[in-house]
């Protein structure tokens, strides 16, 4: 041995491997006529699983494989990383879970062939049963027909074999004896009667019964195919559900197995209807109606709309009756309900009070309820609508409406004046009659309702009530001091001075008008006030005129509809009914009213979503339906080049945004005019903010504010908030902004007037003017025109003015002078040069 042999030391075992469960091996195979041959196979080993020390028990399975094609012998494999420890028996886990599951998949597959044998088995038994009974039942019905027969035959058999019946001879036909031999018997052949057999026949019927018995039971392929038993069997539900199938398939072809019967139908019109709208109120089809209007000469489609008399020929031509509505006719007219006279039972008056800013009007009614609105009004004005009800020491009760004074506010007080009853003119003794105390007698006529007037403030120095009436005659106002047929009264609302005096008045111009309603009906009330209040959703102040109003009753006021879920008075208590002449609070409405509405309450929701949506359709056609174009209009649209000034209202109240709306207006002139981008009553939101924010515009909040939500988007898309407590501090800052909008007012001031006598080349291209100043003077920098034949030919500036050579500042009249004008040089001998100088003004609206 070599010394490196010797070297190198011996493993103590073997390395540690696989095991190859393939070997290559060869077989020799031996063919006819001496010829052989070797083949490569390869041998497997199967693996046994089973107790320790059982393996060593087991025998190898060979396993012989031919081979495709010899191989040379393989090259030892290289070295492999060691793999996860076998489990069992040799066995790694991976080798176990894929035998296991391959034996879970032969033993299926075995019990599902086990399963198919048997399943076959048992048809071909029950096949080989059923053609068995079959068979037994066609030899026992060939076996019963047989016997029916030999019956049958034997019993003729049995009529044909009995003896003839003899006719018997009488004596005179008889032959006398001649023999001593009787004489042979002579018989007439007649043909042998045919005798009942009631025994035999029974017998047969009885057998037949029996067997009829026996097989009613039995439903053979004979009964089936001749249809017999057909009334004592029911039909399947497999054949009722054909026969459904069958109806269903003929009504989608549009050829129903049975015509029915056409059903007549009361079909209602309105005065414009769709022809697939009426097709579906008379129950045709919509190509049947416009086959009809093409043979009328109508070439319409389902969608268009048609007209009442067109509607109407169709429904009586398809024989059908026809109702005509108008959608006026959804329209509730309480003007045509009128309460018979012996329902009617006496109601407190409504007395409004009405007069100038600042007369004492909301101070004389605290005075007469005992209580301080005035202290929480901004500003000390009234600016609201709001609503009282006073007790009479005699326990009579008087509603009180307190109107603003202020002139943005005309709409309340001509609302204010139409739902009462009397109205109270407060006039200030100090400060006699005002332009909205003028106002106010206008809207008592126009209401035609009796006047009281009030003068108010007669403990102030300088207070002469004599003044007040003797103005008053300016207007038609006679009081009863002047021999007219109008109370007064003298009272003083801060030293309570003549109050008991003006309510005895109120009292007795009360009996005079002998105020009725009738409290048991349907309330029907005018809408005072409406606002949106956070908590409480959309609330209306409601006066009630007749009938009553009750928790849970549906009404409709305007283009809203409600459900009264509760009822608050002036004093914050809450009642559960409200008769004539009441003012309550009513919540529970879909949406905020306009001020002036009439709620009236229906008998259920449907009729009020009706009658809202009628009322709403018609508020959209009066929004949207434009004036006739003319060319007129068209021209005026084109020339009128008005600023315009987009704003966003919201206020707390509808009257007030009515108000806001209609002062705003009013500020609009030919060169800016406000546009009212959305007006609205509650705080003020998200949306509110990306209307305005489109558009640029800032948000006037009137008593109201925005909420956290509103004022971030407001931070990040630079939306302005405009707030206020009191109108006219609104209008004043409306006013600013608008008239700053348009910038400063500049006025053109004529400084002097130039005749062009000649014109001279200065310089290359320009042209100088020789000038004889008319009027005034010229002065060099002035901004000029130059006119020929009074028409303007080009604006200028005067860049130099020369005078014998010599540049100079100022021209005189009566002087002559060379100009230099800037940016033209059309001039011509015999133009006019005019001079003016700009200067700018603050813009006042």
């Known amino acids: 041995m070599s010394e490196e042999t010797k070297d190198t030391p011996k493993p103590a075992r073997k390395p540690l491997g696989l095991k190859r469960s393939v070997e290559p091996g060869e077989v020799k195979q031996t063919f006819s006529h001496g010829r052989t041959n070797k083949v490569v196979v390869e041998v497997k080993r199967k693996k046994l699983v089973g107790k320790p020390g059982a393996q060593e028990a087991a025998k190898e399975i060979v396993k012989e494989t031919p081979a495709p094609a010899p191989k040379p012998a393989p090259k030892p494999a290289p070295k492999k990383q060691p793999v996860a420890p076998k489990v069992d028996d040799g066995l790694t886990r991976q080798e176990l879970q894929a035998k296991l599951l391959r034996e879970a998949e032969e033993a299926r597959l075995e019990a599902m062939q086990e399963a198919r044998k048997r399943d076959t088995l048992e048809k071909k038994e029950q096949t080989a049963e059923e053609k068995k009974r079959a068979e037994e039942n066609r030899k026992a019905e060939e076996e019963q027909a047989r016997k029916a027969k030999e019956d049958i035959a034997a019993a003729e058999k049995a009529a044909a074999e009995a003896p003839p019946v003899a006719e018997p001879v009488s004596e005179e036909t008889a032959a006398p004896k001649t023999d001593a031999r009787p004489p042979a018997r002579k018989f007439t052949p007649v043909e042998s009667p045919k005798r ?195 007790t009479m020491k005699n326990g009579d009760k008087v509603t009180f409406l307190d109107t603003p004074g202020h002139e943005a506010f005309t709409e309340m007080r001509m609302r204010g004046a139409n739902v009462t009853d009397i109205v109270i003119l407060v006039v200030a003794a100090d400060d006699g009659l005002m332009p909205q105390t003028i106002e106010a007698i206008n809207h008592t006529k126009a209401a035609g309702v009796p006047m009281i007037v009030a003068i108010n403030k007669i403990d102030k120095e300088g207070a002469d009530p004599t003044t007040v009436r003797t103005r008053l005659l300016e207007h038609e106002i006679i009081v009863e001091e002047m021999s007219g047929d109008v109370l007064d009264a003298e009272v003083s609302a801060l030293k309570k001075i003549g109050l008991e005096e003006l309510m005895d008045k109120i009292h007795v111009q009360a009996e005079l008008l002998e105020l009725k309603a009738r409290p048991d009906r349907p309330a029907e009330g005018a809408v005072v006030e409406a606002k949106l209040d956070i908590g409480r959703g959309p609330v209306a102040t409601v006066l009630i005129e007749r009938g009553t109003l009750k928790r849970g009753d549906v009404f ?290």
């Open 196 to 390: 009942p057999k009631p025994e035999k026949k029974e017998q047969k019927v009885g057998r037949e019964d029996r067997a009829d018995r026996r097989q009613s039971g039995k439903l053979t392929v004979n009964r089936a195919l001749r249809g017999e038993d057909g009334a004592a069997r029911a039909r399947s539900l497999a054949a009722l559900k054909r026969a459904r199938e069958k109806e269903k398939r003929a009504q989608r072809s549009g050829r129903p197995s049975e015509p029915r019967e056409k059903q007549i139908r009361s079909v209602i019109v309105p005065e414009a209807i769709t022809v697939q709208e009426l097709a579906k109120r008379m129950g045709e089809k919509g190509a049947d109606l416009v086959k009809s209007l093409f043979n009328m000469g109508s070439m319409v489609t389902v969608n268009q709309t048609i007209d009442q008399d067109t509607a109407e020929l169709l429904v009586e031509e398809f024989g059908h009756n026809i109702q005509r509505v108008s959608e006026s006719d959804v329209e509730i007219d309480t003007n045509a309900d009128v309460d018979p006279e012996e329902t009617l039972m006496p109601r407190p008056p409504v007395v409004t009070i009405m007069g100038h800013v600042d007369h004492g009007k909301t101070s004389l009614l605290d005075a007469l309820r005992g209580t301080d609105v005035v202290a929480g009004e901004a500003g000390g004005i009234t600016q609201h609508i709001g609503a009282y009800q006073v």
């Open 556 to 845: 409709v006021v305007g283009s809203q509809t409600g459900k009264v879920r509760a009822m608050i008075d002036d004093k914050g208590q809450q009642v559960k009914e409200a008769g004539p002449s009441t003012p309550v609070e009513v919540l529970g409405i879909s949406g905020v009213p306009s001020a002036g509405d009439k709620l009236t309450v229906v008998e259920n929701e449907g009729r009020a979503r009706e009658v809202a949506a009628y009322r709403a359709e018609q508020e959209k056609l009066k929004r949207t339906t434009q004036a006739p174009t003319s060319l007129e209009n068209m021209f005026s649209a084109a020339a009128n080049s008005a600023v315009e000034f987009p704003v966003l209202v919201k206020a707390d109240v509808q009257g007030s945004t009515e108000a806001i709306v209609q002062a705003l207006n009013k500020i609009s002139n030919d060169d800016i005019k406000v546009r009212i981008l959305h007006s609205g009553v509650g705080a003020i939101t998200e949306s509110d903010v990306t209307l305005a924010g489109a558009s640029k515009a800032p948000i006037i909040g009137f008593n109201v504010r925005p909420n956290a939500k509103a004022r971030e988007i407001a931070k990040r898309d630079g939306v302005r908030f405009k707030y206020f407590d009191i109108i006219y501090d609104l209008t004043d800052d409306i006013r600013a902004e608008m008239a700053g909008e348009l910038g400063p007012e500049k006025i053109e001031n004529v400084v002097g007037r130039a005749e062009v006598k000649d014109v001279f080349k200065s310089g290359k291209k320009d042209k100088a003017a020789g000038l004889l100043v008319t009027e005034g003077a010229l002065r060099k920098g002035l901004f000029a025109r130059l006119t020929r034949d009074d028409v303007i030919v080009s604006a200028t500036t005067i860049a130099s003015l020369r005078r014998f050579k010599d540049d100079v500042e100022e021209v005189r009249a009566g002087m002559e002078c060379g100009a230099v004008l800037e940016d033209t040089n059309d001039i011509k001998p015999g133009d006019m040069l005019e001079v003016f100088q700009v200067t700018e003004k603050e813009r006042v609206l």
